[in-house]
């Protein structure tokens, strides 16, 4: 799938605008690392993705949220103390992306650095449980039979409709399949050329996304059909 690059003197406002907004954190003595995270730190981001950024915090120190525009960008801040972030990436495996995705663009202390080979090391031993992969291949059992039957009755919005709802349950189907945890919605398209799958990945993405209903529906049976002698 194509890419949008920026064009070079907009790319280089963009590092600029990023710069700005790590030198206003950094003047915070709470604030020990910097994390670039999202469509920015990946190199995929379109022209007007938001600016997304996790912060480490020093000792026990919490903060909220925060959320702004500047100079017509949205910047999201998460923060985090050192206990919470261990906590967060072992209770919600989908974090593990913002440390392997992300860039580190200030970490004085090295915090951020052991955090992401603590991040890489969980991703590499990661096993979905067995709870989730059964209640996956029960609701992808489903979705077969209702694809199968709008696909013998020739029902164009049957089979459209349902390759749509049920997108989203094959993709994480995908991952379970190769023992990974599902990565954020904006990361799928960017981890997806890394997973073993039953179709050329451009394919599979046309196919289950950009198709006609027929090929939704046929792209998605080949999908589930792949998918669950692997997961059950």
């Not at 100079?71 to 919600?92: P, S, T, W």
């Not at 440390?99 to 990661?126: M, S, V």
């Not at 890394?194 to 990945?201: I, K, S, V, Y």
Request: hydrophobic share 40%; proline share 6%; with cysteine.
């Amino acid at each position: 799938m194509a890419q949008y690059t920026l064009p070079q003197q907009k790319a280089q406002l963009m590092e600029d605008l990023i710069a700005q907004i790590v030198d206003s954190l950094k003047s915070d003595p709470k604030v020990v690392g910097v994390l670039l995270t999202g469509s920015r730190a990946r190199g995929d981001a379109s022209p007007f993705a938001d600016i997304d950024f996790w912060v480490l915090l020093s000792g026990v120190t919490e903060r909220g949220f925060r959320s702004y525009e500047q100079d017509g960008h949205l910047v999201e801040i998460h923060f985090r103390n050192l206990v919470q972030a261990r906590d967060k990436m072992r209770r919600h495996p989908m974090e593990l992306y913002s440390h392997l995705d992300g860039r580190i663009l200030h970490d004085p202390e090295g915090k951020l650095a052991a955090l992401r080979l603590e991040a890489q090391q969980l991703f590499e031993a990661y096993e979905v449980p067995e709870a989730e992969r059964k209640a996956l291949a029960h609701w992808l059992e489903t979705a077969r039979r209702k694809l199968q039957s709008a696909l013998q009755e020739q029902a164009r919005l049957k089979m459209g409709y349902f390759s749509s709802i049920q997108s989203q349950k094959i993709l994480e189907g995908l991952w379970a399949a190769n023992n990974k945890p599902v990565p954020p919605a904006g990361a799928v398209f960017t981890h997806l050329t890394r997973l073993e799958t039953p179709l050329p990945h451009f394919e599979l993405i046309e196919g289950l996304f950009a198709g006609d209903p027929l090929k939704r529906c046929k792209t998605a049976l080949t999908l589930i059909d792949w998918i669950l002698p692997r997961i059950n």
